[in-house]
């Protein structure tokens, strides 16, 4: 069977990564086998690790946070991303590289580069085929995110201003690789959002059976 592609989805707290990747998967599912994964996660250590980053009650600085992100990326790659890969699969992976890049190498100030160069290593050079960037202002995807009753996490409780890095970002990202990463309103109807993800990764599916 030919190698399966790796699509991520990437944007700001709430700007609806899950919702998005959850709706793609179920639109696809017909067409191609389809992995639906999240970042921190997917594997029992890295499922542990993510359990550490979010704790509000755990103290984790800049570098061990962005370290922490690494060694879970690292064991996703290896235990679940390249078999699934390698078996032809489309995987649908909430969050990857991208998401430390914005948030530890910009908002936390490690350098984009640097923080690079460690998921390089983590990832084996790993690169998605195709990037969905859900963009959207701090204030609305802090307004969405209230909206769900849950208790924000050690990353949701940064400032404005740490989002506003993050978002910053992300545009410059996705301004640096276009072919790659490609920019959708968070904000539209979510069947839009819907309809825009399917067209920006239509290329790479299989046509749609007759």
């Given at each position: 069977m030919a190698k399966g592609k790796l699509i991520t989805i990437e944007g700001i707290d709430g700007a609806g990564k899950s919702t998005l990747a959850d709706a793609l998967a179920g639109a696809i599912a017909g067409r191609v086998p389809v992995e639906l994964l999240?970042?921190?996660?997917?594997?029992?250590?890295?499922?542990?690790?993510?359990?550490?980053?979010?704790?509000p009650g755990i103290e984790v600085g800049a570098a061990a946070e962005a370290l922490l992100y690494a060694a879970a990326r690292a064991?996703?790659?290896?235990?679940?991303?390249?078999?699934?890969?390698?078996?032809?699969a489309v995987v649908l992976l909430d969050r990857f590289v991208d998401s430390s890049l914005a948030y530890q190498g910009?908002?936390?100030?490690?350098?984009?580069?640097?923080?690079?160069?460690?998921?390089?290593m983590a990832t084996g050079?790993?690169?998605?085929?195709?990037?969905?960037?859900?963009?959207?202002?701090?204030?609305?995807?802090?307004?969405?995110?209230?909206?769900?009753?849950?208790e924000p996490d050690r990353l949701e409780r940064e400032a404005e201003e740490f989002f506003d890095r993050v978002a910053g970002a992300y545009d410059a990202l996705a301004a640096s690789e276009?072919?790659?990463?490609?920019?959708?309103?968070?904000?539209?109807?979510?069947d839009a959002v819907l309809?825009?993800?399917?067209?920006?990764?239509?290329?790479?599916?299989?046509?749609?059976?007759?």
């Open positions: 999240r970042e921190p996660g997917g594997v029992d250590l890295s499922e542990r690790i993510r359990a550490l980053v979010k704790d064991q996703l790659v290896h235990e679940r991303l390249l078999p699934l890969l390698h078996s032809g910009a908002a936390r100030g490690l350098g984009v580069e640097r923080v690079r160069q460690v998921n390089l050079g790993l690169t998605p085929d195709r990037t969905l960037l859900l963009r959207i202002d701090p204030a609305s995807g802090r307004l969405r995110q209230s909206g769900r009753g849950e276009p072919e790659r990463i490609r920019v959708i309103d968070a904000l539209a109807d979510p309809r825009r993800a399917l067209a920006e990764i239509e290329d790479l599916l299989p046509p749609p059976a007759r």
